[in-house]
């Protein structure tokens, strides 16, 4: 029998688990606005949506500013990763029309260097808190114990390939899409958090991620194949669909190499 249905009886608390589920909603939320109809009158809104990719960004800070300061629990391990995705992803960005502390950014002034201020200023305050960097080794570790935190961090990169790929399609069309697949990423952290082992977790990951990776780019071939843009290329779609599920799950290669080295021994890591 694994030590994992004896060294973890419980799931993680209710506590913990909103706060994973927090970082999945938000992004959920953002996804949904982002998608609203043009021709439903909020245009006006719609201008100031920047903002809430700010809030997107903040609220992922915070969330690993904490991690830290609490050495990483599992909860903020997509806060961690969406973090660093966003910041990346923002630094090649602009966002036209939006104004912070008197300057306004134009439509080719992309954020640069600027993505990174809530990180680095996240970072600043949690080790002034803690005094130490000893919480990056617990980062770390915990992923060694458990490769399923390392999948679990990257399978919260979901929400922004969801963004990039749903790029310049109707809004109405993919509004849908983005109401199901905020539910169904939800969902899936909600499960994750509530599994008792390694197991439990890494089939909830699988199944949350083939789901929501396949029906995003079922989707997405039948809208384009739809407009005349091609037949339905299911090569493609099954190729690229194998590809984001092996990035998210290539931490069980931590998990395989953790068995090994404890090979003999009466703890297993898989």
């Not at 998608?35 to 920047?50: A, V």
């Not at 990257?154 to 993919?174: A, G, K, N, Q, T």
């Amino acid at each position: 029998m694994s030590s994992e249905n004896i060294t973890i009886p419980k799931p993680e608390s209710w506590g913990s688990t909103i706060a994973a589920l927090g970082m999945f909603m938000v992004a959920g939320i953002v996804l949904i606005l982002m998608e609203i109809p043009h021709e439903w009158g909020y245009d006006e809104l719609l201008l100031k949506l920047s903002f809430v990719f700010i809030a997107w960004l903040l609220v992922a800070a915070t969330g690993y500013c904490v991690g830290w300061i609490k050495r990483f629990p599992r909860w903020s391990y997509p806060y961690t990763t969406q973090m660093v995705l966003f910041s990346l992803f923002l630094m090649h960005s602009s966002t036209p029309g939006l104004s912070i502390f008197g300057y306004s950014f134009g439509r080719s002034d992309s954020w640069g260097w600027r993505a990174w201020l809530p990180a680095i200023l996240a970072t600043i305050i949690a080790w002034i808190v803690t005094r130490s960097i000893q919480p990056i080794g617990s980062f770390f570790q915990n992923i060694w114990e458990d490769w399923t935190l390392g999948a679990f961090a990257l399978y919260s990169l979901l929400p922004l390939i969801v963004f990039v790929v749903y790029d310049e399609m109707d809004r109405l069309y993919s509004l849908y899409c983005m109401v199901a697949l905020a539910l169904l990423m939800i969902g899936t952290a909600l499960i994750y958090m509530r599994s008792r082992t390694i197991q439990q977790r890494a089939l909830t990951l699988a199944l949350g991620t083939l789901l929501a990776v396949s029906f995003s780019f079922i989707t997405i071939e039948v809208y384009w194949s739809g407009q005349g843009y091609g037949d339905f290329d299911i090569i493609r779609m099954g190729i690229t669909i194998l590809v984001i599920c092996t990035f998210i799950f290539s931490p069980a290669v931590i998990g395989l190499a953790r068995r090994f080295s404890s090979r003999g021994s009466t703890t297993e890591a898989f």
